[in-house]
């Protein structure tokens, strides 16, 4: 007998069984799969071709396992799965990547027939294309490695999947898309062509939903639509009729304020007539506002009130169909202002006259900012569109008034700042000095204000900051050191003439940096005692004039003062208000806090009476005012054009400093006769009468 020579891994045969040679041939993923190894001799003799041989191969192995050095199959087969490339284009980057998919044996074990037959039987549950590798006694077998092809299992319901940004949220009354991905038990992808996978029928079903068919009659009942095929709650989605691969799902909801949550469960009928729900099924889904609808949209003002030179903002909210407010931005929001122009009046060089237009900000969650600016009073009309459309009840009116409001200081609009004056960005206040000597700072409103036919400032003030004075004692071997705080010096609401331009400040120290400002009215808030000007002591109020001479601190031109006030140094903030009439009635001078001084008087007994006008300042206690005097404010500011007047404060310090703080600052303009009877607006001390009445306070009815 001629027995076979030793084992040659080159010459091993191959079944071709769970081995694919070409395209059509593969396993499926999960379940189990054999190939059959033929051991040959190098002159590719099997070790032993017939069932003799096979049994005398047995019996050589119990007999002496280990003489001519055989060793078991199993031990000596490797099977190996190589991964799989997979090239692709990379979107976000705009170029081509690759990944690496890589696939292992869920099972694998090998048998020794004997006679030279091995079988190997084994398990894959990753789908793909692979090489498959084997050695024998670490020698690479004849044409290995081998193509082996998996493909995707049995479909399985629970572990089939779904993304899409509508399983997340949808806008109400479009179109919500989702893809739905069959996968087999093992999560592979079913890639098979319809004719071979079983069929199955996917529903979707969205809950808590309103049905179409009725929104044009009730938009707000409560949810109550079904499904006539599953009886459930919700609306059916679009779905393919075969689970045998991936397929586009869809859907179409409605609600109605607030953001509404909904349920969408994408479902398999059951031959039972049950339903399994796919993976991370039900869904939860947001329904957001849909698009954009001009007429639904809305804004916080429709008839705004405005002060000239100060920004004028509203905020528009955009809404769908059904009145939902929309938490995505992107649409194309426009606005377009006409009134009565005569000179550039925004911060955009608009023609003048025709109009001009707005900036918007989108604030990207359905909101938009929009900002102007107008520094002409009238009234305006005002035209805001959405996607070249106008939105509900626009055009509508503006109102541009005299006057300006301050709640805090966080930007510049409508201020000159100037000097040691700046806008402390900590604290939102208006630092009108340093904390350091002989500083001196000023801040002017931006557009001369109409003062002559009355107004009332309203600010809120802090001085704090003060400098100190240290003293050291020194006795035997003991020493010590004390200080005192000083303040110096104080500052002043100011209004200056008009006519020649915006003015700067004034001289320093005691004279509170409006000293020398000419056409100039000053009411100082003075903290420091400075015996040269005559000062009513170390906390005090007065107001100053000179006309068309340059104004002082020197209480030679006082026209009246008084120290019978609050501590203003006291570390606490003080409200004051300044009240001008243009009128001046036997009230005022009967009022307990009514003064005049010499230099005053001079001015009272030459003015004619229809020309005075009075002042009243309060401080704190604005039912108890502390000062009240007459004066003929239009001559002091030197008969500026239309009665206007720069209006701001200035302040300086001295040796001694301190910190004068504003905390807000509030302008309002003359007043109408009846409040116009509300049938109109006041504007600068006319009524703009409402359609249909006439007249000086709007009290006339059109016939």
């Not at 109400?172 to 087999?184: H, I, K, N, Q, W």
């Not at 649409?331 to 202002?337: A, E, F, P």
Request: net charge negative; aromatic share 10%; hydrophobic share 35%.
């Amino acid at each position: 007998m001629v027995k076979p020579g030793p084992m040659n891994p080159p010459t091993v045969g191959v079944n071709d069984r769970g081995v694919a040679y070409t395209d059509l041939q593969s396993v499926v993923a999960g379940t189990s799969s054999s190939l059959d190894l033929f051991l040959r001799d190098a002159n590719g003799n099997a070790l032993w071709s017939t069932e003799h041989g096979a049994q005398e191969d047995r019996k050589l192995r119990q007999r002496t396992p280990a003489m001519d050095g055989y060793q078991s199959p199993q031990v000596l087969l490797n099977l190996t799965i190589q991964p799989m490339l997979v090239n692709f284009f990379d979107a976000v980057t705009g170029e081509p990547a690759s990944v690496v998919w890589e696939a292992n044996f869920s099972e694998l074990t090998v048998q020794d027939y004997g006679g030279g037959l091995v079988r190997s039987d084994y398990t894959v549950t990753t789908a793909g294309d692979f090489q498959l590798q084997i050695l024998f006694d670490g020698k690479v077998i004849a044409a290995s490695p081998y193509r082996l092809r998996v493909r995707p299992g049995s479909v399985s319901i629970p572990d089939t999947t779904a993304f899409g940004s509508a399983l997340q949220t949808c806008g109400a009354g479009t179109l919500c898309t989702f893809s739905v991905e069959v996968r087999d038990a093992w999560g592979n992808r079913r890639i098979l062509k319809e004719d071979e996978g079983p069929s199955c029928h996917l529903q979707g079903l969205l809950a808590n939903c309103v049905p179409v068919d009725s929104v044009k009659t009730s938009v707000g009942q409560e949810p109550s639509c079904l499904d006539p095929t599953t009886g459930i709650p919700g609306i059916q989605a679009h779905t393919a009729s075969s689970c045998a691969k991936s397929f586009l799902g869809s859907f179409t909801a409605l609600f109605v304020d607030p953001v509404s949550q909904h349920v969408l469960s994408i479902v398999y009928k059951e031959a039972n007539g049950s339903w399994t729900h796919i993976k991370h099924s039900p869904f939860s889904v947001t329904i957001v506002g849909g698009v954009a609808v001009p007429d639904k949209c809305s804004s916080d003002g429709q008839t705004s009130v405005i002060y000239a030179g100060l920004p004028g903002t509203l905020t528009l909210t955009s809404r769908d169909a059904w009145g939902n407010a929309r938490i995505q931005g992107g649409d194309h929001v426009s606005g377009w202002i006409q009134g009565p122009l005569t000179t550039r009046a925004t911060a955009l060089e608009g023609p003048v006259g025709e109009g001009f237009p707005v900036s918007v900000v989108d604030h990207l969650n359905g909101t938009y900012y929009v900002e102007f600016f107008l520094t002409v009073t009238g009234k305006y009309s005002f035209s805001l569109s959405i996607n070249d459309y106008d939105v509900n009840q626009s055009p509508f009116d503006i109102f541009v008034q005299h006057g300006f409001e301050f709640n805090g200081f966080h930007r510049q609009v409508g201020l000159h700042v100037i000097n040691s004056a700046k806008i402390n960005e900590k604290t939102g206040a208006l630092d009108l000095t340093a904390a350091t000597n002989n500083s001196v700072g000023a801040v002017w409103y931006s557009i001369p204000q109409r003062v002559s036919g009355g107004f009332v400032v309203d600010f809120r003030f802090l001085l704090h900051s003060f400098s100190s004075i240290c003293n050291a004692w020194n006795y035997g071997k003991n020493s010590n050191e004390y200080c005192t705080t000083s303040r110096g010096e104080g500052f002043s609401f100011a209004m200056v003439g008009g006519s020649d331009g915006m003015p700067a400040y004034g001289a320093g120290g005691p004279q509170l940096g409006y000293g020398g400002l000419r056409k100039s009215v000053a009411i100082e808030f003075d903290v420091n005692a400075n015996p040269q000007l005559g000062d009513a002591g170390r906390n005090h109020i007065s107001i100053h004039s000179r006309a068309s001479e340059p104004n002082s601190a020197q209480h030679t031109y006082s026209i009246a003062q008084t120290p019978l006030l609050p501590i203003l140094f006291d570390g606490n903030e003080h409200r004051v208000r300044i009240r001008y009439d243009h009128s001046l009635s036997t009230e005022y001078l009967k009022d307990p806090s009514f003064k005049v001084s010499q230099y005053g008087a001079r001015f009272l007994s030459s003015t004619p009476r229809q020309n005075l006008g009075s002042i009243t300042i309060w401080i704190d206690d604005f039912d108890r005012p502390v000062l009240v005097t007459a004066l003929d404010l239009v001559s002091f500011l030197a008969d500026p054009p239309q009665g206007t007047a720069w209006v701001g404060f200035t302040a300086s310090t001295g040796t001694d400093f301190m910190i004068a703080s504003i905390a807000d600052w509030t302008l309002k303009v003359g007043a109408c006769a009846n409040d116009c009877n509300d049938n109109g607006f006041c504007l600068d001390g006319s009524c703009i009468c409402d359609e249909g009445f006439r007249g000086k306070s709007c009290k006339e009815v059109n016939a």
